[in-house]
């Protein structure tokens, strides 16, 4: 097992087909590929988040608060064995900084972890602290997987400071049945056609060069949250429904 644990701030973009077109070859002056990207190549990733029947933790992430944290598991393909590794975070955002505690285990691990409350054994002290993090939000939550999210990835990092790092996803898909990273990529898509999400992650502060980029190509900050769009989008089809069985009746 291994543990991943950083603070940093992030920033996200929703950017149309010819800004990306234009945005791609002027980073490159500065920034490369990210070693996942194979060959300059998208990388996929793919998550369950948890929460509970109310869906009580992503109505509070909206809700803007000054703190709040999301469970999820990870991976990085469709998992298929047991032995297969994936990724088992706790995102918390403190006023804006995001603090991500990630541990590495096997899917069976992992689930019998999740499902069953047997906890991996690990004589490291970093890695036991994490776990110890996860139990405590899994004794205070009442969660299980309630949504899929994958989408296709293009990381950059700059070429004179590692902190500072860019992604571009597209094909967001998201779903609420067959919660398993076994089942494959599929579901409902919540960009736009031709739209993909920028997000800037960073520990200090945004180089010039990319400010420069940005106010030329017209591309501003928003707030956009996967799993936040994929509620409310959610919310929005089940009072639909609701309405046409009233009208129905």
């Known amino acids: 097992m291994a543990i991943k644990s950083f603070k940093r701030y992030e920033k996200k973009y929703l950017i149309t087909q010819e800004q990306y077109d234009l945005l791609i070859p002027k980073i490159l002056n500065y920034m490369e590929f990210d070693e996942h990207c194979k060959n300059n190549q998208n990388y996929n990733i793919y998550s369950i988040y948890y929460d509970n029947d109310n869906n009580d933790v992503i109505r509070h992430s909206i809700s803007k608060p000054y703190y709040k944290e999301k469970l999820r598991l990870r991976s990085y393909k469709i998992t298929s064995k047991p032995e297969d590794i994936v990724f088992l975070e706790l995102k918390k955002k403190i006023n804006g900084i995001v603090n991500k505690r990630r541990i590495v285990l096997?899917?069976?691990?992992?689930?019998?972890?999740?499902?069953?409350?047997?906890?991996?054994?690990?004589?490291?002290?970093?890695?036991?602290?994490?776990?110890?993090?996860?139990?405590?939000?899994?004794?205070?939550?009442?969660?299980?997987?309630?949504?899929?999210?994958?989408?296709?990835?293009?990381?950059?990092?700059?070429?004179?400071?590692?902190?500072?790092?860019?992604?571009?996803?597209?094909?967001?898909?998201?779903?609420?049945?067959?919660?398993?990273?076994?089942?494959?990529?599929?579901?409902?898509?919540?960009?736009?056609?031709?739209?993909?999400?920028?997000?800037?992650?960073?520990?200090?502060?945004?180089?010039?060069?990319?400010?420069h980029i940005l106010s030329e190509l017209k591309i501003y900050n928003t707030h956009f949250s996967k799993y936040g769009t994929e509620f409310m989008n959610y919310t929005k089809e089940k009072q639909l429904n609701n309405q046409r069985r009233e009208q129905l009746c």
């Open 106 to 211: 096997t899917f069976k691990q992992a689930i019998d972890f999740l499902e069953k409350g047997i906890r991996p054994c690990t004589d490291d002290y970093v890695n036991n602290q994490v776990l110890n993090e996860i139990e405590y939000y899994l004794s205070n939550h009442d969660v299980h997987p309630a949504v899929f999210i994958g989408y296709s990835r293009k990381a950059f990092f700059a070429k004179d400071n590692r902190d500072f790092r860019l992604t571009i996803d597209s094909k967001i898909l998201t779903r609420r049945e067959n919660l398993s990273l076994e089942a494959g990529y599929f579901g409902k898509d919540i960009l736009e056609k031709n739209q993909y999400l920028m997000e800037v992650k960073i520990l200090g502060s945004i180089p010039l060069w990319f400010t």
